[in-house]
Nanobody, 122 residues
């Protein structure tokens, strides 16, 4: 059974950059759209970005458009989220999972892992 594991979270200052990684283990990266979601205490998972299996389509939430960039490397079983100009409101635990998305939203359809924490604070 393929599992996805997130890494790369850290504590950074506003305006800094960070890249998160999502690695598949136990098999190859699912031939499915993979996305990044984030969660803060007391709230549901928020769809941040998703990328289709053939990299032909992507989704970004309005709050991260122009700052975040998603990519996938199927040969190395990984999906990445490059985050620039981080803001305090980006503080959350970030998760990767299979997703479905439209132009307006993304929904996680796989299981949730441990996540990786991103803290943006001065």
């Amino acid at each position: 059974q393929v599992q996805l594991a997130e890494s790369g979270g850290a504590s950074v200052q506003p305006g800094e950059s960070l890249t998160l990684s999502c690695a598949a283990s136990g098999g190859r990266l699912p031939y499915y759209a993979i996305g990044w979601f984030r969660q803060v205490p007391g709230k549901e998972h928020e769809g941040v970005s998703c990328i289709s299996s053939n990299e032909g389509s992507t989704f970004y939430s309005e709050s991260v458009k122009g700052r975040f960039s998603i990519s996938r490397d199927d040969a190395n079983n990984a999906v990445f989220l490059q985050m620039k100009d981080l803001k305090p409101e980006d503080t959350a635990v970030y998760y990767c999972t299979e997703c479905v998305f439209t132009t307006d939203q993304a929904i996680g359809v796989g299981s949730w892992g441990q996540g990786t924490r991103v803290t943006v604070s001065s």
